[in-house]
């Protein structure tokens, strides 16, 4: 009889081990998981790849949204076209022009802006 009263309390000894071990194992893992959730939802850490487009911990804290910048358009005098980065910051019409040519078409518009703002 205290043979198996020893073998009982072995076995209780070890499943209360056993328990406890679970059961910080499991309490660890739902920690790391809340503080990767609070963590993605406030734009903290974040895993490798291209990053979210979201707006930022400052501007979700100040409440400011994030302007977009205006569209520019192609510099050729008289073209209303959008440019585009892939031909060189000029419209796809226009791709084939000089790049010499292209600047002064920049700095005949700056100076137009400049004269017509002084």
Same mark, same amino acid.
């Given at each position: 009889?205290?043979?198996?009263? *020893?073998?009982? =309390?072995?076995?209780? *000894?070890?499943?209360?081990?056993?328990?406890?071990? /679970?059961? *910080? %194992?499991?309490?660890?893992?739902?920690?790391?998981?809340?503080? *990767?959730?609070?963590?993605?939802?406030?734009?903290? =850490?974040?895993?490798?790849?291209?990053?979210?487009?979201?707006?930022?911990?400052?501007? /979700? =804290?100040?409440?400011?949204?994030?302007?977009?910048?205006?569209?520019?358009? &192609?510099? %050729?005098?008289? &073209?209303?076209?959008?440019?585009?980065?892939?031909?060189?910051?000029? &419209?796809?019409?226009?791709?084939?022009?000089?790049? !010499?040519?292209?600047?002064?078409?920049?700095?005949?518009?700056?100076?137009?802006? !400049?004269?017509? !703002?002084?």
């Amino acid at each position: 009889m205290a043979r198996n009263t *020893s073998i009982q =309390a072995t076995i209780g *000894s070890l499943t209360e081990a056993f328990v406890r071990q /679970l059961a *910080s %194992v499991v309490e660890q893992a739902a920690a790391a998981r809340i503080q *990767s959730a609070i963590l993605d939802g406030l734009g903290g =850490a974040r895993g490798p790849g291209r990053p979210r487009k979201d707006v930022g911990i400052a501007t /979700l =804290a100040l409440g400011v949204a994030r302007r977009k910048a205006p569209k520019q358009l &192609c510099p %050729v005098p008289g &073209c209303k076209n959008a440019a585009a980065p892939v031909f060189g910051m000029v &419209c796809a019409k226009h791709k084939d022009v000089p790049k !010499a040519k292209i600047k002064k078409y920049r700095e005949d518009r700056r100076a137009a802006k !400049a004269k017509k !703002a002084a």
